[in-house]
T-cell receptor, first 111, second 118 residues
Framework: DQQVKQNSPSLSVQEGRISILNCDYT??????FLWYKKYPAEGPTFLIS?????DKNEDGRFTVFLNKSAKHLSLHIVPSQPGDSAVYFC??????????FGQGTRLTINP | GAGVSQSPSNKVTEKGKDVELRCDPI?????LYWYRQSLGQGLEFLIY????????KSGLPSDRFSAERTGGSVSTLTIQRTQQEDSAVYLC????????????????FGDGTRLSIL
């Protein structure tokens, strides 16, 4: 049972434009969500999180939006830069102790 | 260093051999997690430690896999009689406390060990 789903395996965006990465979830008990960024040959790096009591959290060029009624969250990156090219994972807490991750979306920023 | 450290960074071994992977978490982090990422797949949870105990081993794929943690710090993941399907990147993460519901504790990852079974 995939509780966190990223349905787009890849996304290509032109430099300077907005990148929008999507994530759907099934468990209404999730009380916070996280986004991670992963470069090749490196571990995932924590990027930004959002509590389920909020609908938006912003940190510089990164904004995460949460739509609880749709069980959907998205990560917006604006303006997109070449260094943003990476695999992005959304994650949510599963039970009392651990996180469950989506399958990831590979973002490519084209010059 | 300040981050999660894993060794070796790469390991190539023959089918049937045993391998041991090491994780040194961030100092003071009580929770430690092992994941693996097979080619083209997401992060698969293996095992969770709180201190030296492992309350959740539900992700270990078979009894060939085991892990321990000593002194509330370093952890080792051991794979016995390796098989080709064990080839993956094994990632370790740590957090101040458990990352479950109600905690809002991000996990911090090491760079992983890339394991290749010939």
């Amino acid at each position: 049972d995939q509780q966190v789903k990223q349905n787009s395996p890849s996304l290509s965006v032109q430099e300077g434009r907005i990148s929008i990465l999507n994530c759907d979830y099934t468990n209404s008990m999730f009380d916070y969500f996280l986004w991670y960024k992963k470069y090749p040959a490196e571990g995932p790096t924590f990027l930004i999180s959002i509590s389920s009591i909020k609908d938006k959290n912003e940190d510089g060029r990164f904004t995460v939006f949460l739509n609880k009624s749709a069980k959907h969250l998205s990560l917006h990156i604006v303006p997109s830069q070449p260094g943003d090219s990476a695999v992005y994972f959304c994650a949510a807490p599963q039970g009392a102790q651990k996180l469950v991750f989506g399958q990831g979306t590979r973002l490519t920023i084209n010059p | 260093g300040a981050g999660v450290s894993q060794s070796p960074s790469n390991k190539v071994t023959e089918k049937g051999k045993d391998v041991e992977l090491r994780c040194d978490p961030i100092s003071g982090h009580t929770a430690l997690y092992w994941y693996r990422q097979s080619l083209g797949q997401g992060l698969e949870f293996l095992i969770y430690f709180q201190g030296n105990s492992a309350p959740d081993k539900s992700g270990l794929p078979s009894d060939r896999f085991s892990a321990e943690r000593t002194g509330g710090s370093v952890s080792t993941l051991t794979i016995q009689r390796t098989q080709q399907e064990d080839s993956a990147v094994y990632l370790c993460a740590s957090s101040l406390g458990p990352s479950g519901i109600g905690s809002n504790q991000p996990q911090h990852f090491g760079d992983g060990t890339r394991l290749s079974i010939l």
